[in-house]
């Protein structure tokens, strides 16, 4: 039954300050309301937005902040009203926990872009009691039920995280820009998101090159299922791709000069980022007009969306490359994270939060 008024006590991780680092925090999550679902949390995903949040390089947190939006577990409670969910269920969270439900985009599935603002899962605020919003490095959550996703028996919870965020962030694009038998598509940047969008448009039956700065990511970009990786360094070699690609997905998080990636394309082709959030620097618009060519962005997807993404990683066998961690590492990983040190997503075990 809902339990509104009674807290549950939770605990978790969190930062306290841009440069206080991840350490224990204990809190209270809200009682059930009707339409709520309580999640036992097993996994969580590190996503770098985790780590920019926690440090406020976009100055915007409030502290204390308890990161995370790659979760999974099983249903503990439910509100009275719910019918989605039943305890026992196996489900995820992802990025969002909330939007109006109302306004013609979320009628379209498209909450993630909410004419009013979705509600984050960390670092956001309350539609109903303008709290602040906690995320998945913690034991437990509560979120509306809508926005609560099943797991396919198929994937297990550990490898079903980080698809919460790198995975629908590089399957939403592949989708809407219609990647299919015969595409060439373009992969830029080897991480978390990129490796998910060269398993995707391979098994979307696409053409996949990856577009790296190194020589040393060509084993694993063909590993990956990849048939080429091209050197971004080698002129010649980038020459001689222009106009070759339908999509490029860019997934690079730093700023960085988009303008090699446009000469890329074909006529309609089209350059979709995904990892940088910053300023794009500037470029010469001839290079978009000589070809009718589109530089645009995709941000996570939907809830159908994110379940369609799910069960077709079922379907497919397709899963992220994890490593896992104990909770107490979480520093760590962010260190070796922001030196490229990982292949390619660091799940945290919530089991060992206690230890």
């Known amino acids: 039954m809902a339990n509104a008024t009674n807290e549950y006590p939770a605990k978790g991780y969190a930062?306290?300050?841009?440069?206080?680092?991840?350490?224990?925090?204990?809190?209270?999550?809200?009682?059930?309301?009707?339409?709520?679902?309580?999640?036992?949390?097993?996994?969580?995903?590190?996503?770098?937005?985790?780590?920019?949040?926690?440090?406020?390089?976009?100055?915007?947190?409030?502290?204390?902040?308890?990161?995370?939006?790659?979760?999974?577990?099983?249903?503990?409670?439910?509100?009275?009203?719910?019918?989605?969910?039943?305890?026992?269920?196996?489900?995820?969270?992802?990025?969002?926990?909330?939007?109006?439900?109302?306004?013609?985009?979320?009628?379209?599935?498209?909450?993630?872009?909410?004419?009013?603002?979705?509600?984050?899962?960390?670092?956001?605020?309350?539609?109903?009691?303008?709290?602040?919003?906690?995320?998945?490095?913690?034991?437990?959550?509560?979120?509306?039920?809508?926005?609560?996703?099943?797991?396919?028996?198929?994937?297990?919870?550990?490898?079903?995280?980080?698809?919460?965020?790198?995975?629908?962030?590089?399957?939403?694009?592949?989708?809407?820009?219609?990647?299919?038998?015969?595409?060439k598509v373009a992969v830029a940047g080897l991480g978390g998101l990129g490796h998910m969008g060269v398993k995707f448009a391979v098994a979307m039956g696409a053409d996949v090159t990856v577009l790296s700065r190194s020589e040393d990511k060509r084993e694993d970009a063909l590993a990956l299922g990849a048939v080429d990786l091209l050197l971004t360094t080698d002129r010649d070699a980038m020459k001689a791709r222009s106009g070759y690609f339908d999509l490029v997905l860019n997934t690079i998080p730093v700023k960085h000069d988009v303008a090699p990636y446009v000469m890329l394309l074909k006529v309609d082709g089209v350059q979709v980022l995904v990892g940088m959030i910053d300023m794009v620097p500037e470029f010469h618009s001839g290079l978009l007009l000589m070809g009718r060519k589109v530089l645009t962005g995709s941000g996570i997807g939907g809830v159908a969306e994110t379940q369609e993404m799910l069960d077709f990683c079922a379907e497919k066998g397709i899963t992220p490359d994890i490593e896992m961690i104990a909770m107490g590492d979480v520093n760590k990983a962010y260190d070796r994270m922001e030196a490229s040190d990982v292949k390619y997503r660091f799940v945290i075990d919530m089991a060992t939060l206690g230890d």
């Open 15 to 183: 930062a306290t300050a841009p440069e206080s680092g991840m350490a224990p925090f204990a809190f209270n999550r809200r009682g059930l309301r009707d339409d709520d679902v309580l999640i036992d949390i097993s996994h969580c995903g590190i996503c770098h937005s985790d780590l920019h949040a926690s440090r406020n390089d976009w100055g915007r947190t409030v502290y204390p902040i308890v990161p995370g939006h790659e979760i999974t577990g099983h249903v503990a409670a439910v509100g009275d009203k719910v019918t989605k969910h039943a305890v026992g269920d196996r489900v995820a969270i992802g990025c969002m926990v909330d939007s109006c439900m109302e306004c013609d985009l979320c009628k379209q599935g498209l909450e993630q872009y909410c004419k009013k603002g979705m509600t984050g899962t960390y670092n956001g605020k309350d539609r109903r009691d303008g709290s602040t919003t906690f995320g998945g490095y913690s034991d437990k959550i509560v979120a509306r039920e809508e926005f609560v996703i099943k797991v396919p028996d198929a994937l297990s919870m550990a490898d079903a995280a980080p698809l919460l965020c790198a995975g629908i962030t590089s399957y939403s694009p592949l989708r809407n820009w219609k990647v299919g038998p015969g595409s």
